[in-house]
């Protein structure tokens, strides 16, 4: 099953026939072991990796650190459960450090992303304090280059 979750982080889209030769099964085993992650909630989804400099998109994107109040048993679940629900929201993690959470959160403006930290964010009951950080450019995602610029290991300094 590692093996499998493996190649599906690298490459969603490789059939179930590429993937039962790379493991050694056939596609039925694969297609059977595929359906059971996914019902069991292992899988989540998928999803595309974009270069959003080749597209029209004006969306902006942020990185926002929180620093809360944790809840009497349930610490940081239910605030974090909250901001989820939020569509502008893309990502929720409970983190090690100065803050507690971090978010992704996209907008179509920066005005719209400083409007949605000021008024529902450092709103919330609980929100000790933000940090925000919009992301300028993306060089690389989920392992994958995001330019096409070729790549010279000999600029690596060790």
Not at 65 to 73: G, M, N, Y
Request: some cysteine; charged content about 30%.
């Amino acid at each position: 099953m590692n093996e499998l979750l493996h190649l599906l982080k690298t490459n969603a889209r490789l059939t179930n026939a590429q993937l039962a030769d790379m493991l050694g099964k056939t596609e039925e085993e694969i297609s059977a072991e595929i359906q059971k992650l996914e019902s069991k909630g292992v899988i989540r989804g998928y999803t595309a990796i974009i270069n959003e400099e080749l597209t029209k998109s004006t969306e902006v994107e942020a990185l926002i650190e929180l620093r809360v109040t944790p809840k009497k048993d349930c610490g940081f679940d239910d605030i974090a459960k909250t901001i989820m629900m939020y569509d502008e929201v893309e990502s929720v993690c409970l983190m090690s450090g100065m803050y507690d959470l971090a978010l992704t959160v996209k907008g179509e403006s920066l005005k719209d992303v400083a409007m949605f930290v000021s008024q529902r964010l450092s709103a919330m009951e609980g929100v000790l304090a933000t940090a925000t950080h919009f992301v300028l450019k993306r060089y690389k995602e989920k392992g994958i280059f995001i330019e096409d610029d070729e790549f010279d290991e000999r600029s690596l300094v060790w």
